[in-house]
């Protein structure tokens, strides 16, 4: 009996949390009604700490409330979850300048950067300031989100722009989502552990352990995209080149082959961009990925059974012949 429940309580957490993800991107009114009609087609799911049931509609109308309290299945502990709609952007700006004061002008800007609570990620800086050998500055700035345009502005003013460009990416969907995993795993999560608290068995202990570390990992990677995006919004981005020049000095224009290896260099630094987006994206759904493969992979068996048999052909015999062609 007891596994029984095991397993049914286990079909219907993974079908709550599976919806329960994929109404993430959805605005709040649209998400209710989601959610509504997800819970009128769900019977019993979770075992509460009292011995009794809940329903999927009570599990999933607390997941899902952005300002809500909720008590544990373990035990009557109240936890407020705040979710914060405003807007997230991630704001990244690139300048060129070039200056007579390159000394004067790196140190102003490293004051402005500390007193306006920013700091240098990174920072290099080549050459001797000799005729031939004139500095030029490299530097990555992270500024708190609406500082960054007064350290901008100073630049403009002491330097000579030679290039500037702007870049703000918009990942309030992906925050939101990303939240409404986390809410859904961890109410799976207290679930599972009221269940755990119950079983008796050897094999339904281990079962459900296993099923806990596999949403903790979870849990823990959304957690870390989570936080990622957290640093990214609250501090924007300035990569800045400086370059010294002096009026006795007859600047070289790039020549052609320079030219086109500083824009291949370009190209690969963006395609590096992008290939780290993509892998964090495949790391961090990963498990949605396999699960919905290896149903898949069993639905696209079944018809192509289905198709054998109605052709007359034993699907296990044709396995068998196909399997020694390949030998």
């Known amino acids: 009996m007891i596994r029984k429940k095991l397993v049914v309580g286990l079909i219907t957490a993974s079908i709550a949390v599976q919806a329960l993800v994929g109404c993430g991107a959805s605005d709040k009114s649209s998400s209710s009604a989601d959610m509504n009609s997800l819970a009128t087609t769900g019977a019993v799911s979770y075992a509460a700490s009292d011995g009794k049931y809940v329903t999927s509609e009570a599990m999933v109308e607390e997941s899902y409330n952005p300002t809500m309290d909720t008590s544990g299945a373990t035990g009557g502990n109240t936890t407020t979850v705040s979710v914060s709609t405003s807007q997230k952007l991630i704001v990244n700006k690139t300048m060129s300048v070039k200056t007579e004061a390159f000394d004067e002008v790196l140190s102003q800007l490293k004051a402005q950067v500390r007193a306006k609570g920013g700091y240098i990620e990174t920072s290099d800086i080549t050459g001797t300031g000799e005729e031939r050998d004139l500095r030029r ?13 007064e350290v901008v502005d100073s630049l403009s003013e002491a330097t000579t722009v030679v290039s500037s460009s702007e870049n703000a990416q918009d990942v309030t969907m992906e925050y939101v989502d990303l939240d409404a995993h986390i809410e859904a795993l961890r109410a799976e999560q207290t679930a599972l552990m009221g269940m755990l608290e119950k079983a008796t068995s050897l094999s339904d202990i281990i079962t459900l352990q296993s099923e806990l570390t596999d949403l903790r990992y979870q849990i823990e990677s959304f957690e870390s995209r989570l936080r990622t995006l957290d640093n990214l919004v609250s501090y924007s981005t300035l990569t800045l080149t400086m370059r010294e020049i002096r009026s006795d000095v007859v600047e070289e224009e790039p020549g052609y082959w320079e030219t086109i290896f ?36 069993f639905i696209v068996r079944a018809i192509h059974n289905a198709y054998l048999k109605k052709q007359g052909i034993d699907p296990k015999e044709w396995r068998k012949k196909k399997s020694k062609k390949e030998d």
Do not use: H
Request: net charge negative.
């Open 137 to 149: 500055a490299t530097l990555v700035i992270r500024m708190p989100q609406g500082s960054l345009d």
């Open 262 to 297: 500083s824009g291949v260099g370009e190209s690969f630094q963006t395609l590096g961009y992008e290939m780290a987006e993509i892998f964090s994206f495949l790391i961090i759904n990963l498990p949605y990925l396999l699960f919905w493969g290896v149903i898949g992979y």
